[in-house]
């Protein structure tokens, strides 16, 4: 039978937090139109609707923001110039769709961007992405185009309903597998750029390596590109290990204010050349090449003519398609190996891409902003940053753009040039602006070596190694996903291989769920069972193995079992299946003579067992039940004893009786 020993103080808190009799009242008659409608005040919609967190920092801006912001601007304008005109081949797009893509999402971000120190913009693991979906080759730029339209209206549309939280189902070593394997295929297709290879080399990883080193063994290879592209790597890896060196000199001054002027000139000017490296590769060999063209000598692979200007601003078209060339902005609708498609068909080629696409461009945002975030001791939201990406891609779909997000490498350099808010990225656009109305013509000196070795030390930073190690100390079992990603994204692809990681990842999740962990004690023949973490469901099988376990291995011992008290501390809801296992339970117990008993249950599960199971036995502590059921015990063993003596007793005054 029930027992009103529960704990008055768990009820009394519960309730109290529920503001009293009012809760109570509303707990009882449930949800009605007024509660609803008083819910869906203005406020309230504004509060639950993304914003502009512009608001919050314009009114305060000062000077000195002013400098730092134009400072770290000019920084990564440098840095993205060659950055977006490499990662635009990764696309499979002529290089000046880089530049396209560089500069209204930093405007966008400007307005309703959260995180200071983020930049969007084109990256590496994205412009993979977009070859893989839209196949720009094979279907056009229109393509690409409306790929960054459909991940914009994705996007918009998951943070008005906040669907960040999703990300919670991507995990640390999840997205350590994905950016290791997207890292080397990355720079497995730039390895034929080195070589000077000019034959088509096939995308996935395993045709792509077996592609370009059969094309190298067959001699194919171009001896001016292969000493571009090597010189420029350790060039590259050597500037990155030199402003390691020369960030180290400031932090080892005990006393900044007393360093000599010129000094700290000097460390500026090395930490300005150190970071902005991959222009300087850039310009460097481009001077070179432009040496040996007015020479006629034909020593290295050039990026070849740009189109000039700024991109036309319209409507993406998203009813015909045609492959790209360097000359044709737009898909040409007269080629006569032009596709005519609807917008059915395209999001129909895209498939699995048109979610993948916008969750991984999400993923990199999201996760970006929360690691400065930490770094920088401020807080974003994550609703806020996929509403800021969705309004970016949406905008930057008007200017020829290809799917943009945050730039880990660029956002580093932001934080480290001392940006101070998001206007910084006003000025990156700036400078992205003015290279594709002026420099543009003098981009087509550029190696395509020296695009490629900027992609390839970018890209193999990415490659965590360490994480292996950590995990084998820390849990063997997050192994599984980060193998399943990173196989999956090597091998069958990027936009399947992500896909496939989280769905281990969320099985991996519910097999957690359906087996918390237990742990028993036995004193004398009382039981005490606690289980660790949620009961529901899935999980509630799992509790009937643990029972028979334990009364397995106490029948091994020779030790009765009389009572199971099931101490209920960790748990803070349960479900109708629950209740139906634990009745079961308790009446399978009841045929073996063993008791059930449950203590520590809080407000709502106790609600809910009443309900379900009318007769239950429950105490506040597990002290208490021991005591309680240990003086059971005691009088059930007597009357027991007493029984047996009486019987026994009967009997033999009937045999008396019999002799007599």
Same mark, same amino acid.
Not at 145 to 151: E, F, G, M, S
Not at 446 to 449: H, K, M
Not at 465 to 469: A, E, F, P, R, S
Not at 526 to 533: A, E, F, P, Q, T
């Given at each position: 039978?029930y027992?009103?020993?529960?704990?008055v103080?768990?009820?009394n808190? +519960?309730?109290?937090?529920?503001?009293?009799e009012?809760?109570?009242?509303?707990?009882n008659?449930g949800?009605t139109a007024s509660?609803?409608?008083?819910s869906?005040t203005k406020?309230?919609l504004?509060?639950?609707?993304?914003?502009?967190p512009?608001?919050s920092?314009?009114?305060?801006?000062?000077?000195?923001?002013?400098?730092s912001?134009?400072?770290?601007?000019?920084? %990564? #304008?440098?840095m993205v110039v060659?950055?977006?005109?490499?990662y635009?081949?990764?696309?499979?797009?002529?290089?000046?769709y880089g530049?396209y893509s560089?500069?209204?999402? *930093?405007i966008?971000?400007?307005f309703?961007?959260s995180?200071k120190?983020v930049t969007?913009g084109?990256?590496? /693991?994205?412009?993979?992405?977009?070859?893989s979906v839209a196949?720009? @080759?094979?279907?056009?730029?229109?393509y690409a185009?409306?790929?960054?339209? %459909? *991940?914009g209206?994705?996007?918009?549309?998951?943070?008005m309903?906040?669907?960040?939280?999703?990300?919670?189902f991507i995990?640390?070593p @999840? /997205?350590s597998?994905?950016?290791?394997?997207?890292?080397?295929?990355?720079?497995?297709g730039q390895?034929?750029h080195?070589?000077?290879?000019k034959?088509?080399v096939?995308r996935?990883?395993i045709k792509?390596?077996?592609g370009?080193? &059969?094309?190298?063994f067959h001699?194919?290879?171009?001896?001016?590109?292969?000493a571009m592209?090597?010189?420029?790597?350790?060039?590259a890896?050597?500037l990155k290990?030199?402003?390691?060196v020369?960030t180290d000199w400031?932090?080892?001054?005990?006393?900044p204010?007393a360093?000599p002027?010129?000094?700290?000139?000097?460390?500026?000017?090395?930490?300005?050349v150190? $970071?902005?490296?991959?222009?300087? /590769?850039? $310009?460097?060999?481009?001077l070179?090449?432009?040496?040996l063209?007015s020479q006629?000598?034909?020593y290295?692979t050039?990026t070849?003519?740009? !189109? &000039?200007g700024f991109?036309?601003v #319209? @409507?993406?078209?998203?009813? &015909?398609?045609?492959?790209?060339n360097?000359t044709?902005?737009?898909?040409?609708?007269? *080629?006569?190996?032009a596709?005519?498609?609807?917008i059915?068909?395209?999001? $129909?080629?895209?498939?699995v891409?048109a979610?993948?696409?916008?969750l991984i461009g999400?993923?990199?945002l999201?996760a970006?902003?929360?690691?400065?975030?930490?770094?920088?001791?401020?807080?974003?939201?994550?609703?806020q940053?996929l509403?800021?990406i969705?309004?970016?891609n949406?905008?930057s779909?008007f200017?020829?753009?290809y799917?943009v997000?945050?730039?880990?490498s660029?956002?580093a350099?932001n934080?480290?040039?001392?940006?101070?808010?998001?206007?910084?990225?006003l000025?990156?656009a700036?400078?992205?602006l003015?290279a /594709?109305?002026?420099?543009?013509?003098?981009?087509?000196f550029?190696?395509?070596?020296a695009?490629?070795?900027?992609?390839i030390t970018a890209?193999?930073g990415?490659v965590n190694?360490?994480?292996? %190690?950590t995990?084998?100390?820390?849990?063997?079992?997050?192994l599984?996903?980060?193998? %399943?990603?990173?196989?999956?994204?090597?091998?069958?692809g990027?936009?399947?291989?992500?896909?496939?990681?989280v769905?281990?990842?969320?099985f991996?999740?519910?097999?957690?769920q359906a087996?918390?962990?237990f742990?028993?004690r036995?004193t004398g023949d009382?039981?005490?069972?606690?289980?660790?973490?949620g009961?529901?469901?899935?999980?509630?099988?799992?509790?009937?193995?643990i029972?028979?376990?334990?009364?397995?291995?106490m029948?091994?011992?020779t030790?009765?079992l009389s009572?199971?008290i099931?101490d209920?501390? *960790? @748990?803070?809801?349960?479900?109708?299946?629950?209740?139906?296992t634990?009745?079961d339970?308790n009446?399978?117990?009841?045929? !073996?003579?063993?008791?059930l008993?449950?203590v520590a249950?809080?407000?709502?599960?106790?609600?809910?067992?009443l309900a379900?199971i009318?007769?239950?036995?429950? +105490?506040?502590?597990v002290?208490?039940?021991? &005591?309680?059921m240990?003086?059971?015990?005691? $009088?059930?063993?007597f009357h027991h004893?007493?029984?047996?003596?009486?019987?026994?007793?009967?009997?033999?005054s009937?045999g008396g009786?019999d002799?007599?």
């Open positions: 039978m027992s009103h020993r529960t704990s103080a768990r009820r808190r +519960y309730f109290t937090s529920m503001n009293g009012m809760a109570l009242s509303r707990e008659r949800l509660d609803l409608r008083k869906l406020k309230n504004l509060e639950w609707l993304p914003g502009f512009i608001r920092w314009l009114p305060k801006y000062s000077m000195f923001d002013l400098q912001d134009i400072t770290a601007g000019l920084t %990564v #304008g440098l060659p950055q977006a005109i490499a635009a081949g990764i696309a499979g797009l002529p290089h000046e530049l560089s500069f209204m999402g *930093c966008a971000y400007f309703v961007g995180a120190d969007l084109p990256t590496a /693991i994205m412009s993979l992405m977009v070859n196949d720009p @080759v094979q279907f056009g730029a229109g185009i409306a790929l960054t339209l %459909v *991940c209206v994705i996007q918009l549309a998951m943070s309903f906040r669907l960040g939280a999703l990300m919670s995990s640390a @999840v /997205i597998g994905f950016t290791s394997a997207a890292a080397i295929t990355i720079a497995m390895v034929k080195i070589f000077g290879i034959q088509h096939p996935p990883f792509c390596v077996n370009t080193f &059969s094309e190298v001699g194919d290879v171009r001896g001016g590109d292969i592209g090597v010189t420029c790597m350790l060039v890896i050597g290990q030199f402003k390691t020369v400031d932090k080892q001054d005990k006393d204010a360093v002027r010129r000094v700290r000139v000097s460390r500026k000017l090395l930490w300005f150190t $970071t902005g490296r991959n222009a300087l /590769i850039v $310009t460097v060999a481009a070179i090449a432009y040496a063209q006629n000598k034909d290295l050039l070849g003519k740009m !189109k &000039s991109p036309p #319209g @409507v993406p078209e998203l009813h &015909s398609t045609a492959p790209v360097s044709n902005l737009r898909p040409c609708t007269t *080629c006569a190996n596709n005519h498609s609807g059915g068909d395209i999001m $129909t080629d895209f498939g891409g979610i993948s696409v916008p999400l993923l990199e999201v970006i902003a929360q690691a400065f975030a930490r770094q920088n001791n401020y807080v974003i939201d994550p609703n940053e509403f800021a969705g309004i970016a949406i905008i779909a200017f020829c753009s799917p997000t945050g730039s880990f660029r956002t350099v934080a480290a040039s001392g940006v101070r808010t998001p206007a910084a990225g000025v990156t700036s400078v992205v003015l /594709i109305g002026v420099a543009t013509p003098l981009f087509r550029i190696p395509v070596a695009l490629s070795a900027i992609i890209v193999l990415m190694i360490k994480i292996l %190690v995990l084998w100390k820390v849990k063997p079992t997050d599984i996903p980060l193998i %399943v990603a990173f196989a999956g994204t090597l091998f069958l990027i936009e399947y291989g992500v896909i496939l990681a769905v281990v990842n969320v991996y999740i519910l097999y957690l087996r918390p962990h742990t028993w036995a009382i039981v005490v069972l606690r289980v660790h973490g009961l529901d469901f899935p999980s509630i099988s799992y509790l009937r193995q029972l028979r376990g334990i009364e397995e291995e029948a091994n011992e030790m009765a009572t199971v099931f209920w501390t *960790c @748990v803070m809801d349960v479900d109708y299946t629950v209740v139906l634990l009745q339970l009446d399978e117990l009841k045929r !073996k003579d063993v008791s008993v449950h249950l809080e407000p709502p599960v106790e609600k809910v067992l379900g009318p007769h239950f036995q429950s +105490y506040a502590t002290e208490e039940a021991h &005591s309680r240990h003086v059971v015990n005691l $009088t059930s063993d004893e007493t029984d047996r003596l009486l019987k026994s007793g009967a009997t033999a009937t009786d002799g007599l």
